[in-house]
């Protein structure tokens, strides 16, 4: 069974960085699309950024030129670079692994997530 498990959350002032990393177990991390959501108290879980297999990265547009996505397929490993943190990023957040073919999931596999607190 593939399993996620974040790392990296924690409490930071605003205008710090954090770096959060998701280690996955499997063999098809290579293939598939990675994704950090988040999902804070009362909202919906957001998107706030993906990575394919080949590399092209998608971001929503309030962590644009603050956050960076990146991945390790050698470690099987997704980054999260979060940078100038403002507390409107506080939230629980979750690493997905998904791949669809055709319109179709083939799979779509969560982490247990991780708390970032940013304080003002």
């Known amino acids: 069974q593939v399993q996620l498990v974040e790392s990296g959350g924690g409490l930071v002032q605003a205008g710090g960085s954090l770096r959060l990393s998701c280690a996955v177990s499997?063999?098809?991390?290579?293939?598939?699309?990675m994704g950090w959501y988040r999902q804070a108290p009362g909202k919906q879980r957001e998107m706030v950024a993906t990575?394919?297999?080949?590399?092209?990265?998608t971001y929503t547009d309030s962590v644009k030129d603050r956050f960076t996505i990146s991945r390790d397929n050698a470690k099987n490993t997704v980054y999260l670079q979060m940078n100038s943190l403002k507390p409107e990023d506080t939230a629980v957040y979750y690493c997905?692994?998904?791949?669809?073919?055709?319109?179709?999931?083939?799979?779509?596999?969560w982490g247990q997530g991780t708390q970032v607190t940013v304080s003002s």
């Open positions: 499997g063999s098809t991390f290579s293939r598939s699309t």
């Open positions: 997905n692994a998904q791949r669809t073919l055709f319109g179709a999931a083939l799979y779509d596999y």
């Open positions: 990575i394919s297999s080949a590399d092209s990265s």
